[in-house]
């Protein structure tokens, strides 16, 4: 018989309570690993990471709230002097489910409006925090509030009324669902610009398909949660056993993987010990090609001025001045901050010029 916080756990229970704390331990060891690395490797922790820290508190919660639904019959039939505290403890994990789905969406938000830096990017993730925000409180109140008193929800003998508990459990999972496509399919277009090589190219592309995973057990979650509210009374109980071991799952993945891109510089820096000699290698490169554009140039600007030194003897009334401009664009560390990695559409380098014409008295240029 296994005893956790001197709580017994039947036998029908090993199996979430397993998956419990290997997937919380998992999950806070790469949510560790991501602090450090964001906090002393690159030195630049932001808002992402803690909200991610949120999601991470919340799933603790839940599965505290959880370990008090075995105390007080997860898993075989209740007593009716249980029945009230039991439901009191699964009325207080549905808040925290929610929220943690809220804090680590918002988190990998957060993380793409970094990473996609361009015009068009971030007006879509400022939408989708916006739209992730309200689905956040909507489906966190709605757990809070869906009966009223909200007393009736674990004490149905108070007099009150409750909304259908099926209802909001299918819309929020729906809404998590629909989220999580947005976050997976969301970054790929982006992805295809990065300013990186393509080997980083593609090992951040597979990095972000890892939300599929998510996705993935969020579907599988729904179809337990349907198999809950479809089993005949009396069993509910036993049957959300496996509803809650696939929510506890969709959870501490979704941190993982999170926090996965995080780890770029605490894998190159301290694991292989890679400094930033690639930037500056590359920075020196585009400074030669630089170097050799402006001597391949020259020649022909020289050919324009003459020309428009004729334009200008034509013409006394008329005053050209004509200017040069080389933009370079030095592209983001290596094994930086994950900023700006996708440039914006006038940062790529080049040369151009710009004529400005302006009426008065002629003048040699």
């Given at each position: 018989m296994w005893h956790v916080a001197g709580i017994e756990i039947v036998e029908r229970n090993h199996a979430l309570v397993f998956n419990m704390f290997f997937?919380?331990?998992?999950?806070?060891?790469?949510?560790?690993?991501?602090?450090?690395?964001?906090a002393f490797v690159i030195r630049q922790i932001g808002a992402d990471d803690y909200l991610m820290v949120g999601a991470m508190v919340a799933s603790i919660a839940w599965i505290i709230g959880v370990i008090y639904q075995m105390k007080?019959?997860?898993?075989?039939?209740?007593?009716?002097?249980?029945?009230?505290?039991?439901?009191?403890?699964?009325?207080?994990?549905?808040?925290?489910?929610?929220?943690?789905?809220?804090?680590?969406?918002l988190s990998i938000t957060v993380q793409?409006?970094?990473?996609?830096?361009?015009?068009?990017?971030?007006?879509?993730?400022?939408?989708?925090?916006?739209?992730?925000?309200?689905?956040?409180?909507?489906?966190?109140?709605?757990?809070?509030?869906?009966?009223?008193?909200?007393?009736?929800?674990w004490n149905p003998s108070i007099k009150g009324s409750c909304a259908n508990q099926g209802t909001i459990y299918y819309t929020s999972a729906a809404l998590n669902i629909l989220n999580d496509v947005f976050l997976t399919c969301l970054p790929f277009p982006f992805l295809l610009k990065l300013q990186?090589?393509?080997?980083?190219?593609?090992?951040?592309?597979?990095?972000?398909?890892?939300?599929?995973?998510?996705?993935?057990?969020?579907?599988c979650r729904l179809k337990f949660l349907h198999e809950n509210f479809s089993a005949p009374p009396g069993t509910d109980n036993q049957s959300s056993i496996n509803a809650a071991l696939w929510s506890i799952l969709e959870i501490n993945l979704a941190?993982?993987?999170?926090?996965?891109?995080?780890?770029?510089?605490?894998?190159?820096?301290?694991?292989?010990?890679?400094?930033?000699?690639?930037?500056?290698?590359?920075?020196?490169?585009?400074?030669?090609?630089?170097?050799r554009y402006q001597s391949q140039t020259l020649p022909s600007i020289a050919t324009e001025r003459e020309h428009e030194q004729d334009i200008i003897?034509?013409?006394?009334?008329?005053?050209?001045?004509?200017?040069?401009?080389?933009?370079?664009?030095?592209?983001?560390?290596d094994d930086g901050s994950e900023k700006d990695l996708v440039?914006?559409?006038?940062?790529?380098y080049g040369a151009g010029n710009v004529t400005t014409v302006i009426s008065g008295p002629s003048r040699a240029a």
């Amino acid at each position: 018989m296994w005893h956790v916080a001197g709580i017994e756990i039947v036998e029908r229970n090993h199996a979430l309570v397993f998956n419990m704390f290997f997937w919380a331990s998992l999950a806070f060891l790469f949510l560790s690993l991501r602090l450090y690395t964001r906090a002393f490797v690159i030195r630049q922790i932001g808002a992402d990471d803690y909200l991610m820290v949120g999601a991470m508190v919340a799933s603790i919660a839940w599965i505290i709230g959880v370990i008090y639904q075995m105390k007080y019959g997860l898993g075989r039939p209740i007593e009716q002097v249980n029945r009230v505290p039991f439901l009191q403890s699964l009325f207080g994990t549905v808040p925290m489910y929610n929220l943690a789905q809220t804090c680590y969406k918002l988190s990998i938000t957060v993380q793409s409006y970094r990473l996609f830096s361009t015009d068009r990017s971030k007006r879509i993730l400022k939408s989708l925090f916006i739209w992730i925000t309200l689905c956040g409180v909507l489906t966190v109140l709605g757990s809070f509030a869906f009966c009223y008193p909200v007393a009736k929800a674990w004490n149905p003998s108070i007099k009150g009324s409750c909304a259908n508990q099926g209802t909001i459990y299918y819309t929020s999972a729906a809404l998590n669902i629909l989220n999580d496509v947005f976050l997976t399919c969301l970054p790929f277009p982006f992805l295809l610009k990065l300013q990186v090589a393509r080997k980083h190219r593609l090992v951040l592309c597979s990095v972000f398909s890892c939300g599929l995973l998510v996705t993935i057990v969020s579907i599988c979650r729904l179809k337990f949660l349907h198999e809950n509210f479809s089993a005949p009374p009396g069993t509910d109980n036993q049957s959300s056993i496996n509803a809650a071991l696939w929510s506890i799952l969709e959870i501490n993945l979704a941190i993982i993987c999170g926090s996965v891109p995080a780890l770029k510089g605490f894998v190159s820096r301290v694991l292989l010990g890679k400094k930033n000699n690639s930037y500056v290698s590359e920075v020196s490169s585009r400074s030669r090609q630089k170097t050799r554009y402006q001597s391949q140039t020259l020649p022909s600007i020289a050919t324009e001025r003459e020309h428009e030194q004729d334009i200008i003897d034509a013409s006394p009334a008329i005053e050209v001045r004509n200017s040069y401009e080389l933009k370079t664009y030095c592209p983001a560390d290596d094994d930086g901050s994950e900023k700006d990695l996708v440039a914006s559409d006038n940062s790529r380098y080049g040369a151009g010029n710009v004529t400005t014409v302006i009426s008065g008295p002629s003048r040699a240029a």
